[in-house]
Nanobody, 115 residues
Framework: QVQLVESGGGSVQPGGSLRLSCVIA????????IAWYRETPGKARDFVAS???????NYADSVKGRFTITRDNNRNVVSLQMNGLKPEDSGVYYC?????????WGRGTQVTVSL
């Protein structure tokens, strides 16, 4: 059973924008903080941003001021608006709980930032 579905990735030039979305099964989503993570080859998944049920957000220092995380608690969707993209933002982006991620991750969505 698919419980985390990420979408919205693509290839953009530096300075461009993308909007990622994640549809999450209700039992995972309800009342929980949700985070976006980024995976690059040879590295563990790094925290990018999170948002609590009430809407409090946190960001990695590298994306502050450029990325915005939002959630729709009625539709079980968390989004990540990414502006001013840099090559170092490239990677596969995943969503999951911010605390105690569920073991079965989604397939992620690829973001590539290059000239």
């Amino acid at each position: 059973q698919v419980q985390l579905v990420e979408s919205g990735g693509g290839s953009v030039q530096p300075g461009g924008s993308l909007r990622l979305s994640c549809v999450i099964a209700r039992p995972i989503f309800f009342l929980k903080s949700i985070a976006w993570y980024r995976e690059t080859p040879g590295k563990a998944r790094d925290f990018v941003a999170s948002i609590s049920w009430e809407g409090t957000s946190n960001y990695a220092d590298s994306v502050k001021g450029r990325f915005t995380i939002t959630r729709d608690n009625n539709r079980n969707v968390v989004s990540l608006q990414m502006n001013g993209l840099k090559p170092e933002d490239s990677g596969v982006y995943y969503c999951n709980r911010a605390v105690n991620p569920v073991p079965q991750w989604g397939r992620g969505t690829q973001v590539t930032v290059s000239l």
